[in-house]
T-cell receptor, first 113, second 115 residues
Framework: GAGVSQSPSNKVTEKGKDVELRCDPI?????LYWYRQSLGQGLEFLIY????????KSGLPSDRFSAERTGGSVSTLTIQRTQQEDSAVYLC???????????FGQGTRLTVV | KQEVTQIPAALSVPEGENLVLNCSFT??????LQWFRQDPGKGLTSLLL?????REQTSGRLNASLDKSSGRSTLYIAASQPGDSATYLC??????????????FGKGTHLIIQP
């Protein structure tokens, strides 16, 4: 596609439920990143995929968070047993080696009630 | 651990003024530095990317400079317009493997241009 696409754009879920957030990167981009932006905070790195290499999961805040990238394209970020502090905007970005920077999606606003 | 600070946190100026947004980082061994714009309810839009070997980049009314040794970057906006109102984010990249590897973001400067 023309840009990074994320779905859903908004998600309201009850505390304790699992949620899945989807990211469709720019076609041909080998690198994919997930970030989280909580209210009034900067962007927090979560996880990074580069080609077929093992992902860098160093930013995941707890074992309730996981992500996968199927076929080197679409990625899904899963949050299990959601907590209220998980409420944030989750942003996905993609880039290619040597590209001029990263391109971000519109984000998914997650609200845990 | 890299830390990125943006000053000011918020800025409100009349239309037409030239203004400077500041970004500082603690680890000068960076690969690149990128300025983004974020509009409410939208994702981030890349404005300018400066590689570590460069000192500045220009795009239209925007000019970004980089002084790697002192850990500073500035974003200069000339002849500001109400449409420039947004949050401006500075992000520092630490690795050479790709575009956004290890990006560390500042908390942003919330800019309001008054008509």
């Amino acid at each position: 596609g023309a840009g990074v696409s994320q779905s859903p754009s908004n998600k309201v879920t009850e505390k304790g439920k699992d949620v899945e957030l989807r990211c469709d990167p720019i076609s041909g981009h080998t690198a994919l990143y997930w970030y989280r932006q909580s209210l009034g905070q900067g962007l927090e790195f979560l996880i990074y995929f580069q080609g077929n290499s093992a992902p860098d999961k160093s930013g995941l805040p707890s074992d309730r968070f996981s992500a996968e990238r199927t076929g080197g394209s679409v990625s899904t970020l899963t949050i299990q047993r959601t907590q209220q502090e998980d409420s944030a905007v989750y942003l996905c970005a993609s880039s290619s080696r040597g590209a001029v920077g990263a391109f971000f999606g519109q984000g998914t606003r997650l609200t845990v009630v | 651990k890299q830390e990125v600070t943006q000053i000011p946190a918020a800025l409100s100026v009349p239309e037409g003024e030239n203004l400077v947004l500041n970004c500082s980082f603690t680890d000068s061994a960076i690969y690149n530095l990128q300025w983004f714009r974020q509009d409410p309810g939208k994702g981030l839009t890349s404005l300018l990317l400066i590689q570590s070997s460069q000192r500045e980049q220009t795009s239209g009314r925007l000019n970004a400079s980089l002084d790697k040794s002192s850990g500073r970057s500035t974003l200069y906006i000339a002849a500001s317009q109400p449409g420039d109102s947004a949050t401006y984010l500075c992000a520092v990249g630490m690795y050479s493997g790709g575009g956004a590897d290890g990006l560390t973001f500042g908390k942003g400067t919330h800019l309001i241009i008054q008509p």
